[in-house]
């Protein structure tokens, strides 16, 4: 029998819970996506461009929440990989935005489809009730005022 | 308005929602834990000694899932704040084992109250059920044998 991933006395808390298993996806999640040269924070970023139009390097971080020197380096990243280009803004020509490339959609789509198996993968032990009800959960807890709020305030 | 955790886009992959979701639920816990000199490592730590008897550093990190080199260094904060202590082991002599003091203990009911107000802080906006549901939904990954292995397997 396998061990659970922590013992029962600390999985009492969600919060605990929510840590260790967001460390497993993390791990899983960057030495699969290590196979198509990426990271995590990569593949979230490309997933943003592919759905919007092109964005400021300042407007990315604040979607998803990654601070500026890391953002800097993973655009860095994408871009000598092929994925995106830093473009003139053609409204303010001394800003640049962050384009996806057409090999970048390629690989979204390939990094899209990984991560979608990795998620069956890990998930698998949950019945499809319990694993809509996880899905919905972490989705309120994403899109309510609460924890955006407590995680911007320990990031100042 | 808050604007959500991750946009939807990548929030449409639970890995994705767990993996920030368990860096948000880190940084708070480190945060308000720092207020009794803990980390979150060393609250987890503490948890497993007071529920438990004495274990060795190898015990304890196979449990917790822990590196070797973390474990050593969370263990010596843990001496030198005088809330656990290394014995020898009286079965055999040359092996040590760690205890918890009764500091240690004083000290982890606090982080738990601790812990607990954060857990009730960052998931009200969850009704109960919904709560209830994603405690049950991280517990059976947490002890199916799926994100073990996987976990097990890359940090080899």
């Known amino acids: 029998m396998t061990e659970p991933l922590i013992p029962d006395m600390v999985a ?30 990569h593949f979230m970023i490309l997933k943003v461009l592919a759905g919007d139009q092109a964005s400021s390097q300042l407007e990315l ?33 001394r800003r640049f935005l962050v384009e996806i490339t057409e090999l970048g959609m390629r690989t979204v789509e390939q990094a899209d489809e ?7 993968d890990l998930l698998h032990g949950l019945d499809p009730a319990e694993r809509a009800n996880l899905h919905q ?20």
């Not at 819970?17 to 996806?25: A, D, F, N, P, S």
């Not at 899109?143 to 990031?155: E, F, H």
Request: net charge positive; proline share 1%.
């Open 12 to 41: 009492d808390h969600t919060s605990c819970l929510l840590i260790k298993l967001g460390q497993v996806m993390f791990r899983v999640s960057e030495d699969r996506l290590a196979t198509l040269g990426l990271r995590t924070r």
């Open 61 to 93: 971080g604040t979607r998803l929440r990654i601070d500026s020197t890391t953002m800097v380096a993973a655009i860095d990243h994408l871009e000598s990989a092929g994925l995106a280009a830093r473009i003139r803004d053609h409204r303010d020509r």
């Open 114 to 120: 990984l991560v979608r198996t990795l998620n069956d």
């Open 137 to 156: 959960a972490l989705l309120s807890l994403n899109s309510g005022a609460t924890l955006p709020r407590a995680y911007d305030a320990v990031r100042r």
